[in-house]
């Protein structure tokens, strides 16, 4: 084979080999949307980007390195999370932001939300001297995701906060809240977020998981037959690895501070506030609307149940109560008509969807396999699940509360932390 037939096809092997890592798992996790192949483009990209024979040194050097960084993430990146977990995820620091409500897209959140973070990405309910706990002082870290996050309520209106001004009563010590969540994380994120808590000693460690696990679960079980049997490469999806986490995470980051009034049409700001009116009708009511698949999960996801597990070890290694907290859904047969209409994670981004059976069936699976495990050593559990009617009382859509649903989660949760601490 020429020397330039050889260049050609093994650079083909290399697109090919990074292609592997988008398409058994990622493309189904995106439902085939237009980023998937944005993403795709970019990485392939930079693949060839080194082929031509560039008579500078400094282009060949660059080039050729960001084509073996390509290569490297594909098949390095699996190792890496596995021993250390993913890249830690954070909310932008020190942000001071107020949002008002307009619409009827999130019932029973009502005027400006304030919302802030501290240096670290933290929402938290005082200033908080990482380095060192102040004496008699009961410090908790939430762990979870955008139900923890609890982008769309002010500080004062979050469970998190809601719950610590409860404790600081009913203990009668202060108590300091740092609230780690971040929209759209899953466990393998939150034990990221848990060993890096090591830093700053929480007394409570509070894990409010699953949906977001769940919603990835369905769609791989989703997939062709085919894709299935090329499952063993899951672990090598695009998605997963850390040069993917970073793009996305730069991106992400340049659209929200740049480009969100160019794309989200419906928001505006006046005096400084940002008016929110929530999605677009086109993307809610999916459960009425998407043609009806049916998945059947069996039992929670490998990945879920091996990172609950190290989770689990670091708990009592650390000599830290871990409190386990089911995952309140809007899924039931008797859900309020004016919040089935507002259901859109079923599961989202894709062109199906599951019937309220079949979500609840799933959200059950989940919060009663972690009932089953979260016992025992320095773990507890708190089902929050039972205790969330399905009504626009609570939740403003399928998992996220309103000011009411907050205030209903702080109530529940400090009943369970009182009970595990007798």
């Given at each position: 084979?020429?020397?330039?037939?050889?260049?050609v096809?093994?650079?083909?092997?290399?697109?090919?080999?990074?292609?592997?890592?988008?398409?058994?798992?990622?493309?189904?996790m995106?439902?085939g949307?237009?980023t998937f192949?944005?993403?795709?483009?970019?990485?392939?990209?930079?693949?060839?980007?080194?082929?031509?024979?560039?008579?500078?040194?400094?282009l060949?050097?660059?080039?050729?390195?960001?084509?073996l960084?390509?290569?490297?993430?594909?098949?390095?990146?699996?190792?890496?999370i596995?021993?250390?977990g993913?890249?830690?995820?954070?909310?932008?620091?020190?942000?001071?932001?107020?949002?008002?409500?307009?619409g009827?897209?999130?019932?029973?959140?009502?005027?400006v939300?304030?919302?802030?973070?501290?240096?670290?990405?933290?929402?938290?309910?005082?200033?908080?001297?990482?380095?060192?706990?102040?004496?008699?002082t009961?410090?908790?870290?939430?762990?979870g995701?955008?139900?923890?996050h609890?982008?769309?309520?002010g500080?004062?209106?979050?469970?998190?906060d809601l719950l610590a001004?409860?404790?600081?009563?009913s203990?009668?010590?202060?108590?300091?809240?740092?609230n780690?969540?971040?929209?759209?994380?899953?466990?393998q994120?939150?034990?990221?977020?848990?060993?890096?808590?090591?830093s700053?000693a929480?007394?409570?460690?509070?894990?409010?998981?699953?949906?977001?696990?769940?919603?990835?679960?369905?769609?791989l079980?989703?997939?062709?037959?085919?894709?299935?049997?090329?499952?063993?490469?899951?672990?090598?999806?695009?998605?997963e690895s850390?040069?993917?986490?970073?793009?996305?995470?730069?991106?992400?980051?340049?659209?929200?501070?740049?480009?969100?009034?160019?794309?989200h049409?419906?928001?505006?700001?006046?005096?400084?506030?940002?008016?929110?009116?929530?999605?677009?009708?086109?993307?809610?009511?999916?459960v009425?609307?998407?043609?009806?698949?049916?998945?059947?999960?069996?039992?929670v996801?490998?990945?879920?149940?091996?990172?609950?597990?190290?989770?689990?070890?670091?708990?009592?290694?650390?000599?830290?109560?871990?409190?386990?907290?089911?995952q309140?859904?809007?899924?039931?047969?008797?859900?309020?008509?004016?919040?089935?209409?507002?259901?859109?994670?079923?599961?989202?981004?894709?062109?199906?969807?599951?019937?309220?059976?079949?979500?609840?069936?799933?959200?059950?699976?989940?919060n009663?396999?972690?009932?089953?495990?979260a016992?025992g050593?320095?773990?507890?559990?708190?089902?929050?699940?039972?205790?969330?009617?399905?009504?626009?009382?609570?939740f403003?859509?399928?998992?996220?509360?309103?000011?009411?649903?907050?205030?209903?989660?702080?109530e529940?949760?400090?009943?369970c932390?009182?009970?595990?601490?007798?």
């Amino acid at each position: 084979m020429r020397p330039a037939a050889a260049k050609v096809a093994a650079y083909l092997l290399l697109t090919l080999l990074v292609g592997l890592t988008f398409f058994p798992c990622y493309y189904f996790m995106t439902g085939g949307h237009w980023t998937f192949w944005a993403y795709l483009g970019l990485f392939g990209a930079a693949i060839w980007v080194s082929f031509p024979a560039y008579k500078s040194t400094v282009l060949r050097v660059v080039t050729t390195t960001l084509t073996l960084l390509i290569v490297a993430n594909a098949l390095a990146s699996p190792i890496v999370i596995d021993l250390d977990g993913p890249p830690l995820k954070t909310l932008t620091p020190n942000v001071s932001a107020g949002t008002r409500i307009v619409g009827d897209k999130f019932p029973g959140i009502h005027g400006v939300q304030t919302f802030t973070t501290d240096f670290a990405g933290h929402r938290v309910n005082r200033p908080i001297d990482y380095d060192r706990k102040p004496p008699n002082t009961l410090r908790i870290v939430a762990i979870g995701a955008s139900t923890t996050h609890q982008a769309m309520l002010g500080d004062r209106n979050t469970w998190t906060d809601l719950l610590a001004v409860r404790l600081e009563k009913s203990l009668g010590r202060p108590v300091e809240m740092i609230n780690t969540g971040v929209s759209g994380t899953r466990l393998q994120d939150n034990f990221t977020v848990f060993e890096d808590s090591a830093s700053y000693a929480p007394d409570i460690a509070l894990f409010l998981i699953g949906i977001n696990d769940w919603n990835v679960h369905i769609k791989l079980e989703h997939r062709p037959a085919i894709f299935k049997a090329l499952s063993f490469l899951d672990p090598f999806t695009v998605s997963e690895s850390i040069l993917f986490r970073a793009v996305e995470e730069n991106i992400t980051w340049y659209v929200r501070t740049y480009v969100s009034d160019l794309i989200h049409g419906q928001e505006t700001v006046t005096d400084g506030i940002h008016e929110e009116a929530g999605p677009d009708d086109s993307l809610l009511d999916t459960v009425r609307r998407k043609p009806v698949a049916r998945v059947d999960i069996g039992t929670v996801s490998p990945s879920y149940a091996k990172w609950f597990a190290r989770i689990s070890r670091d708990c009592g290694s650390r000599n830290i109560l871990c409190l386990f907290i089911s995952q309140p859904t809007a899924y039931s047969s008797d859900i309020e008509p004016a919040l089935l209409k507002l259901l859109w994670m079923t599961p989202p981004a894709a062109p199906y969807t599951l019937d309220l059976a079949s979500l609840r069936e799933v959200a059950d699976t989940y919060n009663n396999w972690l009932r089953t495990h979260a016992q025992g050593g320095h773990r507890a559990f708190c089902d929050a699940a039972a205790g969330m009617p399905p009504t626009t009382d609570f939740f403003t859509d399928d998992c996220h509360y309103n000011e009411n649903g907050a205030r209903r989660m702080s109530e529940i949760i400090e009943r369970c932390l009182l009970e595990a601490r007798r």
